[in-house]
């Protein structure tokens, strides 16, 4: 059992197993509607402070996708490959990346980066070849 040093309300509880159960990295909007089938009494502005509580406890990352803030689980460090097309996220382990961008980030002058995170954009297979597909139509 997690022992954490702040009160655990079934709000925090219920968005914290969704987001642990699901690796979509979900919309404040996904998030909202699946919270709604379990607790119908919440509102969308209570699953906002939730998240952005959650955030700044360090148990779940915010990463923005198209104007469009999702959210996952994972608070350790590792990069994202994003499409540009669709909005998928995928996370990408990399020790070497990771050293290499806190690296980099320790040679800028009068500033202290303790972490990074790098995103890379493209298009993701299925995009990819849906446009293929329409080309040829």
């Given at each position: 059992m997690?022992?954490?040093?702040?009160?655990l309300t079934?709000?925090?509880?219920?968005?914290?197993?969704y987001l642990?159960e699901?690796?979509?990295?979900?919309?404040v909007?996904?998030?909202?509607?699946?919270?709604?089938?379990?607790?119908?009494r919440?509102?969308k502005?209570?699953?906002?402070s939730t998240?952005?509580f959650l955030?700044?406890?360090?148990?779940i990352?915010?990463?923005?996708v198209?104007?469009v803030?999702?959210?996952?689980?994972?608070?350790?460090?590792?990069h994202?490959?994003i499409?540009?097309?669709?909005?998928k996220?995928?996370?990408?382990?990399s020790e070497?990346?990771?050293?290499?961008?806190?690296?980099?980030?320790?040679q800028?002058?009068?500033?202290?980066?303790?972490?990074?995170?790098?995103?890379?954009?493209?298009?993701?297979?299925?995009?990819?070849?849906?446009e293929?597909?329409e080309?040829r139509?």
């Open positions: 997690v022992n954490y040093d702040f009160r079934n709000q925090r509880a219920i968005i914290s197993e642990k699901n690796h979509d990295h979900p919309s909007e996904e998030i909202f509607k699946h919270v709604k089938n379990k607790l119908p919440i509102s502005k209570t699953v906002y998240l952005h955030c700044d406890e360090g148990l990352q915010e990463v923005e198209k104007g803030q999702r959210y996952e689980p994972r608070s350790d460090p590792h994202h490959v499409c540009r097309a669709c909005g996220i995928i996370d990408i382990e070497e990346l990771s050293s290499h961008a806190l690296r980099v980030g320790k800028i002058g009068d500033f202290d980066v303790e972490s990074s995170n790098v995103h890379f954009y493209g298009m993701c297979k299925e995009c990819k070849e849906a293929r597909n080309r139509s």
